[in-house]
């Protein structure tokens, strides 16, 4: 893409004149702003790939977390005592997938990324964390 960029804006410089440039298109080549742009959406567009990605390994984390809460549930309907480190466990996967569950509705609305993003936000101010552990313990490390 870069490259087609590039070779559309040198024919462009070729077919015109420096003279036949108005104001403004040569403010931007001599400024270098053109380049300046694309290296910006580069480096951004690299940035948001990779908080993509860590957020997909983070899902994957918090998905297997609440399988094993799910086998600790089934032990437990068998009648299996759990140990209290097991009931821990199982109490902060369902505070997680209730706020989860709470947070992935409020991004089906419109603007609800947004929308999740500033009450994220509003609820850390006010000393309320409203991000699974998986989340979480990804910050901390």
Not at 131 to 136: D, E, G, I, Q, R
């Amino acid at each position: 893409m870069e490259n087609l960029i590039f070779e559309n804006w040198r024919r462009f410089l070729k077919e015109s004149s420096y003279e036949t440039l108005n104001e403004q298109e040569r403010f931007l080549i001599e400024e270098g702003m053109i380049q300046n742009a694309l290296n910006w959406t580069k480096e951004k567009g690299k940035a948001g790939l990779q908080g993509i990605k860590e957020f997909f390994r983070k899902f994957k984390q918090e998905m297997s977390e609440t399988k094993e809460g799910i086998k600790l549930l089934v032990k437990m309907v068998k009648g299996v005592k759990l140990t209290d480190e097991e009931i821990d466990f199982i109490k902060e996967q369902a505070k997680d997938i209730a706020l989860g569950s709470i947070l992935l509705g409020i991004v089906a609305l419109p603007g609800g990324g947004i929308a999740v993003a500033v009450l994220v936000k509003l609820a850390k101010k006010f000393g309320i964390d409203l991000m699974p552990s998986s989340f979480k313990d990804q910050k901390a490390q």
